[in-house]
């Protein structure tokens, strides 16, 4: 059983960055794949970007050249990096790790962009 812990989320202003981390309670590396999801008031949860085992990445088309998620195998942590943020950025955000056909889930985090 693995457990993420997310941190990071907050109030920011439309143009700001805020920086989240997932925190997982063993090892990373054997993970297929990280990622990141969010879900907006009244909607579902859909996938902002990802990470596989070997690096590659990808990210929803809204948040192309404004995130970036990046993993540190040696910290068991993943980040996302986000920048340029908008209103519509506005959700809960939560970390995703998937091993096989498993899939774990954080808390979530809180990210509110005002605009």
């Known amino acids: 059983q693995v457990q993420l812990v997310e941190s990071g989320g907050g109030l920011v202003q439309a143009g700001g960055s805020l920086r989240l981390s997932c925190t997982a309670s063993?090892?990373?590396?054997?993970?297929?794949?990280m990622g990141w999801y969010r879900q907006g008031p009244g909607k579902q949860r859909d996938l902002v970007a990802a990470i596989s085992q070997s690096g590659s990445t990808n990210y929803a088309d809204s948040v192309k050249g404004r995130f970036t998620i990046s993993r540190d195998n040696a910290k068991n942590t993943v980040y996302l990096q986000m920048n340029s943020l908008k209103p519509e950025d506005t959700a809960v955000y939560f970390c995703n790790a998937r091993w096989y056909s498993t899939n774990y889930w954080g808390q979530g985090t809180q990210v509110t962009v005002s605009s």
């Open positions: 063993g090892s990373i590396s054997s993970m297929h794949a």
